[in-house]
């Protein structure tokens, strides 16, 4: 069994920070890619931000040079550190992480159940 808990969501002004955590626990051989996602009510989810096992970075047009995405493979963590937050950064944030729970078994992808954001005007 696996399990992702995202946490540090919470309610800033525009313009503000606030860095997201997500601990991956549970049957882990290996973590490869990682990710963050975001979701508004009727919308799909999108792709926020991707980091590698190597911790190459990808992302989202819409967040280049405000977020930041990192992992510690060591403590099976990722941050999204977010800054100069706009209203349109406000929803559900999703951490994805793709495990194989033992050497040569298949990455599986497995989410966390979300954490809140909401930027104020």
């Known amino acids: 069994q696996v399990q992702l808990v995202e946490s540090g969501g919470g309610l800033v002004q525009a313009g503000g920070s606030l860095t997201l955590s997500c601990a991956v626990s549970?049957?882990?051989?290996?973590?490869?890619?990682m990710g963050w996602y975001r979701q508004t009510p009727g919308n799909e989810r999108e792709l926020v931000a991707t980091?590698?096992?190597?911790?190459?970075?990808n992302y989202a047009d819409s967040v280049k040079g405000r977020f930041t995405i990192s992992r510690d493979n060591a403590k099976n963590m990722a941050y999204l550190q977010m800054s100069s937050l706009e209203p349109e950064d406000t929803a559900v944030y999703y951490c994805?992480?793709?495990?194989?729970?033992?050497?040569?078994?298949?990455?599986?992808?497995?989410w966390g159940q979300g954490t809140q954001v909401t930027v104020s005007s």
């Open positions: 549970g049957s882990i051989f290996s973590i490869d890619a």
């Open positions: 994805n992480a793709q495990i194989r729970s033992y050497r040569w078994g298949p990455a599986k992808g497995y």
């Open positions: 980091i590698t096992s190597g911790s190459s970075a």
